[in-house]
């Protein structure tokens, strides 16, 4: 299988033209929304471009050589079924393609099937093509459409960039899986090789032996997972830029969410013990949504996702706050919350706890003799 480098598309899509076109562009915006949200979340890893097919094309004879290059191009293939993939041949030889290029293996680690409807499944199960591809229909289906009507595939969106709760569950699950996927393989030798290390004895620090590894693991769980700086409003980039600053001094691994995270959903958060939400009199972003805007939605979105109430911080931005009774924008809601704001050396000492003193040594046994005549 192509390593990640030397692929020219992310995944190839395999669907019906007819079905993105009965459902409002659903399969357009399944692909957008997935291209869009992982390269938020894989930030420094080159993501190449999705593969979105056009029509059908014939329902008889061999793929066309373009076609297939682009599929042999792939990192991984997603197809998305209603019920006119199900009546197409054409859709079923892309698969079978990828198949025999990728291999068993890849057929399990890098297919993706989602479901727009539950009739879809039974029909494309149930074909002769598929039991041949799919024997004993061991491939994992995500279903996409409504329980209460299930030939509806999912709202993607309640709004522009809002996407829909109901999607976002299942929506998580591929995305993060694929993610995985990504983030590892460009993190493989074959796709990043490992400097050449320097002539002469390794310095101390990195020799390897039962002591360094015990500080290295040691280091690693005192730092934890890290530190997210939540979204701040443009007028307030410069001074959150400066506390990020402050906090990676002290020794905080820290990094700042970009705007666009208020338009996913929050994927980040799992991957941090700490959430810090700056503010000041600003009026919250996103006004109209939430009564505390962009700092409400992240608390939420932090608090739903089962992130610890005290890996939650407030940070005052304001260089001589006012009376709590006098705040305003942001800080009127971070007041009415009940919130207590920290200062950044109190966050800092939370986020990289001091090291655990080490044992005192045990006392050693003496045996005293005692002669006399």
């Not at 993501?47 to 097919?53: A, D, M, T």
């Not at 993939?85 to 291999?103: H, P, T, V």
């Not at 005290?310 to 009127?332: I, S, V």
């Amino acid at each position: 299988m192509k390593s990640l480098a030397d692929c020219e598309f992310t995944a190839f899509i395999s669907y019906a033209h007819a079905d993105d076109v009965a459902w409002f562009d659903w399969v357009t915006q399944f692909r957008s929304e997935l291209e869009r949200s992982l390269a938020a979340l894989l930030r420094g890893v080159r993501l190449p471009r999705f593969h979105l097919s056009g029509d059908n094309g014939p329902v008889a004879g061999e793929l066309s050589d373009e076609l297939t290059r682009r599929i042999e191009a792939s990192f991984a293939m997603i197809i998305i079924v209603h019920d006119n993939y199900a009546q197409s041949a054409w859709c079923l030889k892309e698969l079978e393609y990828f198949k025999s290029l990728f291999g068993e293996e890849g057929f399990r680690q890098r297919l993706y099937i989602v479901a727009m409807s539950e009739s879809a499944i039974l029909r494309v199960s149930a074909s002769p093509a598929w039991q041949r591809l799919v024997p004993g229909g061991g491939q994992l289906w995500m279903p996409f459409y409504d329980a209460a009507d299930p030939g509806r595939p999912l709202d993607i969106y309640l709004a522009p960039g809002l996407v829909a709760p109901a999607f976002r569950t299942p929506f998580e699950r591929l995305r993060s899986d694929f993610a995985a996927k990504l983030r590892l393989a460009a993190a493989s030798p074959a796709s990043a090789p490992a400097p050449t290390p320097p002539a002469g004895p390794p310095p101390a620090s990195l020799s390897a032996g039962p002591a360094s590894a015990a500080a290295v693991a040691a280091d690693a769980g005192r730092l934890g997972r890290g530190v997210l700086l939540g979204v701040v409003p443009q007028a307030l980039a410069p001074a959150a830029a400066a506390a990020a600053a402050e906090l990676q001094r002290r020794g905080v691994p820290v990094r700042q969410l970009p705007p666009e995270a208020l338009m996913g959903d929050f994927a980040d958060f799992a991957s941090a013990d700490h959430l810090v939400l700056a503010f000041d009199d600003t009026p919250p972003m996103l006004g109209a949504l939430a009564a505390g805007g962009h700092l409400q939605l992240q608390r939420e979105a932090w608090l739903q996702r089962g992130r610890p109430l005290q890996g939650l911080h407030w940070l005052d931005l304001r260089p001589d706050p006012p009376p709590q009774a006098a705040w305003q924008g942001a800080a009127a809601y971070v007041a009415h919350s009940g919130a207590r704001p920290e200062s950044l050396a109190a966050i800092a000492a939370q986020a990289v706890p001091p090291p655990a003193a080490a044992p005192a040594p045990a006392a050693a046994a003496a045996r005293v003799y005692i002669e006399s005549n």
